[in-house]
């Protein structure tokens, strides 16, 4: 629905200067996605399946260290890549810099602030939905009579293939 309605609609606004055409999306964004994520942990605890099993628990020092490492290698990796233009690896042109910086200017106050909510929100809801239902889906959460769809091929790992469908269910924005 996103992907064929919602954003080819919200581009086609912005693209025709509409006043608040990002505020409303960003809105909307923000109460579908919690919608969802709220209504599927009201589903979650009413079957009284395990938190665990969503892997909403507590991690080991070890996880939470290698999770640090991570993330300072794509901090390193944002940092080396600041000024380069996402379409080549170019070094961005002092035009274009000027450009991006006067658009994030001109993102007003409350429309920088749902922003960064529908990022949130993002980071928490599809984490629920993504990593923590589909890959406990594909790795072994099916019972007897869920006919939800095929099984995952022998070996392939369930965050790999839930991170597969994951970026796929990103692709339409580029």
Not at 113 to 130: K, N, P
Request: overall charge positive; charged content about 15%; aromatic content about 14%.
């Amino acid at each position: 629905m996103e992907a064929r309605w919602s954003w080819p609609r919200y581009l086609k606004k912005v693209a025709s200067g509409v006043h608040g055409a990002r505020t409303h999306h960003f809105g909307k964004l923000i109460f579908w996605e919690w919608a969802i994520t709220l209504a599927f942990l009201a589903c979650w605890m009413w079957s009284g399946r395990s938190w665990a099993s969503l892997m909403v628990n507590h991690v080991s020092p070890i996880q939470s260290a290698m999770f640090l490492v991570y993330a300072g290698l794509m901090v390193l990796v944002l940092w080396r890549q600041r000024g380069h233009s996402c379409a080549a690896g170019r070094r961005r042109t002092a035009a274009q810099t000027a450009r991006l910086r006067q658009a994030a200017a001109a993102a007003h106050g409350a429309e920088r602030r749902l922003f960064w909510a529908v990022s949130a929100t993002a980071g928490i809801c599809e984490e629920t939905l993504y990593r923590g239902f589909l890959t406990w889906y594909i790795a072994d959460g099916r019972e007897p009579g869920m006919h939800l769809g095929p099984a995952p091929p022998p070996g392939l790992d369930a965050i790999v293939l839930s991170s597969l469908i994951f970026g796929l269910g990103h692709f339409y924005l580029g």
